[in-house]
């Protein structure tokens, strides 16, 4: 059979299955698998086990439940393709809870169609993707009775809180997902209708700062401008930390930021994008921010940034309560870049916490999380292919991207495994994540099934 009979077989098979495809995906979404929320355990569980269910079905062996101290992982694989390449397969069933509920115009996870999308929590995020790879498995097993790779899959419940346990799996089994690539599908397209592979990633240190002034909350009217202010001292040394045009003020902080190669800031000012628009419509502030001389791109995809996420302390009740506060926390983050260590990196905030901390305050910085930024060679042929396989699809060249966010995982591939990963999303960039009315294009759904299941079959050649 021809190459473009193949794909037209697979193809065929996706169109006339679509009504029971979009159905067992509405099952999925239905299963409220908040991994952050212990009254949601049995549900994330239950996620993991429909899962492995369907991966059983899609003719895959050795499916199993791996069981971890919060929330089991999933794995399963398929090894009947000598001498062809292995791809590992990662995706994960967990969601972000889907407050605040009001905002919702349909129930969280009663996924509802409007507008040619599927609106439901973790329709993008990750269960729609990630079901992508396994209906992938099912098409090309129906029409070839076979798979043209060796497939082995990882799915994980924990992704959003942390991933440690799938981070400790990796880590102590190299041999068991010995692999020659990984395929992920948790990130997004450009635009509509625009195929993007995703070559480079920020890392992440996410702390809490925690500053300590007086032993207990005092009366302002007696101790005020006599004891330190613990709120006011943990905003005085996070003000010192970047400066009103963005750079970041930590010494040693840019020390290993190499700058994207003039092919790649060249490949940027060719992607669709409208300054004004992404003002408008993406951020909704009255004006952007960040390090002057730098684009857009620049400065989401290829700069290490500092936020604050948020800070607690004090009173902050309805009526009056004058209280000098003892005890103050801010979460705290620093994207990373490709070549910065988070080692490294947090010694430098220690250091300049240090240094800097207000007089009569006590600050201590504790790490809740770290991993480094990559970048992936686009040379390497199973990218090359992916590529290929996502114009075909989509009919027009794939572009190339960086994302400004992290996926842990992808860092844990390369460190453990020695492999690349493909990040094959097949999200939007208003898809809404972890917001309330979080939507997947039922379009995307198909295509991303055809996308992934012709590359596999352009990697097995």
């Known amino acids: 059979m021809s190459q473009a009979r193949t794909y037209q077989s697979v193809d065929q098979y996706v169109q006339e299955n679509e009504p029971r495809l979009l159905?067992?995906?509405?099952?999925?979404?239905?299963?409220?698998?908040?991994?952050?929320?212990?009254?949601?355990?049995?549900?994330?569980?239950?996620?993991?086990?429909?899962?492995?269910a369907k991966l059983r079905e899609a003719g895959l062996e050795n499916v199993e439940l791996i069981e971890t101290p919060r929330h089991p992982l999933v794995y399963a694989d398929w090894m009947h393709a000598p001498g062809k390449p292995t791809v590992l397969c990662y995706g994960h069933f967990d969601v972000q809870p889907p407050d605040p509920?009001?905002?919702?115009?349909?129930?969280?996870?009663?996924?509802?169609?409007?507008?040619?999308?599927?609106?439901?929590?973790?329709?993008?995020?990750?269960?729609?993707?990630?079901?992508?790879?396994?209906?992938?498995?099912?098409?090309?097993?129906?029409?070839?009775?076979?798979?043209?790779?060796?497939?082995?899959?990882?799915?994980?419940?924990?992704?959003?809180?942390?991933?440690?346990?799938?981070?400790?799996?990796?880590?102590?089994?190299?041999?068991?997902?010995?692999?020659?690539?990984?395929?992920?599908?948790?990130t997004e397209m450009y635009e509509p209708g625009l195929p993007t592979?995703?070559?480079?990633?920020?890392?992440?240190?996410?702390?809490?700062?925690?500053?300590?002034?007086?032993?207990?909350d005092l009366h302002s009217g007696l101790y005020g401008g006599a004891a330190p202010n613990a709120v006011f001292g943990l905003i005085e040394l996070l003000s010192k930390a970047k400066d009103a045009d963005g750079h970041i003020q930590i010494p040693g902080i840019y020390d290993?930021?190499?700058?994207?190669?003039?092919?790649?800031?060249?490949?940027?000012?060719?992607?669709?994008?409208?300054?004004?628009?992404?003002?408008?419509?993406?951020?909704?502030?009255?004006?952007?921010?960040?390090?002057?001389?730098?684009?857009?791109?620049?400065?989401?995809?290829?700069?290490?940034?500092?936020?604050?996420?948020?800070?607690?302390?004090?009173?902050t009740g309805a009526g009056a309560k004058t209280v000098i506060p003892a005890k103050a926390v801010a979460k705290v983050s620093i994207r990373l870049v490709p070549k910065q260590e988070p080692e490294e990196v947090v010694a430098a905030v220690k250091a300049f916490v240090?240094?800097?901390?207000?007089?009569?305050?006590?600050?201590?910085?504790?790490?809740?999380?770290?991993?480094?930024?990559?970048?992936?060679?686009?040379?390497?042929?199973?990218?090359?292919?992916?590529a290929q396989a996502f114009s075909n699809i989509f009919g027009k060249p794939t572009v190339f991207t960086r994302s400004g966010g992290s996926i842990p995982i992808?860092?844990?591939?390369?460190?453990?495994?020695?492999?690349?990963?493909?990040?094959?999303?097949?999200?939007?960039?208003?898809?809404?994540?972890?917001?309330?009315?979080?939507?997947?294009?039922?379009?995307?759904?198909?295509d991303g099934i055809r996308t992934i299941a012709h590359f596999f079959e352009q990697y097995g050649q």
């Open 23 to 52: 159905e067992e995906l509405k099952e999925f979404l239905r299963i409220p698998s908040i991994s952050t929320l212990p009254d949601h355990n049995a549900d994330t569980r239950r996620a993991g086990e429909y899962a492995a």
């Open 101 to 186: 509920l009001e905002l919702w115009e349909t129930p969280p996870f009663e996924p509802t169609e409007r507008n040619g999308n599927l609106y439901a929590r973790g329709s993008a995020d990750d269960k729609g993707q990630m079901y992508s790879h396994i209906k992938a498995f099912e098409a090309l097993r129906a029409v070839h009775g076979t798979l043209p790779v060796n497939i082995k899959v990882l799915l994980e419940g924990e992704e959003e809180v942390g991933g440690l346990s799938v981070a400790e799996y990796v880590a102590k089994n190299p041999e068991k997902l010995k692999a020659d690539v990984a395929l992920v599908s948790d």
């Open 197 to 216: 592979l995703n070559v480079g990633l920020r890392g992440l240190v996410y702390m809490e700062i925690e500053a300590r002034g007086p032993m207990r």
């Open 256 to 315: 290993k930021v190499e700058p994207p190669s003039a092919a790649e800031k060249d490949s940027w000012t060719r992607l669709p994008f409208d300054e004004a628009e992404y003002l408008k419509n993406e951020v909704g502030s009255t004006a952007l921010t960040g390090e002057p001389g730098y684009s857009v791109f620049e400065r989401t995809w290829a700069r290490p940034t500092l936020e604050v996420h948020g800070i607690a302390g004090g009173f």
């Open 354 to 386: 240090a240094a800097n901390t207000p007089k009569g305050i006590v600050c201590e910085v504790r790490v809740l999380s770290a991993g480094p930024g990559l970048m992936v060679n686009t040379d390497h042929p199973a990218i090359q292919v992916a």
């Open 410 to 446: 992808v860092g844990d591939f390369a460190n453990h495994l020695g492999i690349p990963t493909i990040l094959m999303g097949f999200g939007l960039p208003d898809d809404g994540l972890h917001s309330p009315n979080e939507k997947y294009n039922i379009r995307n759904y198909f």
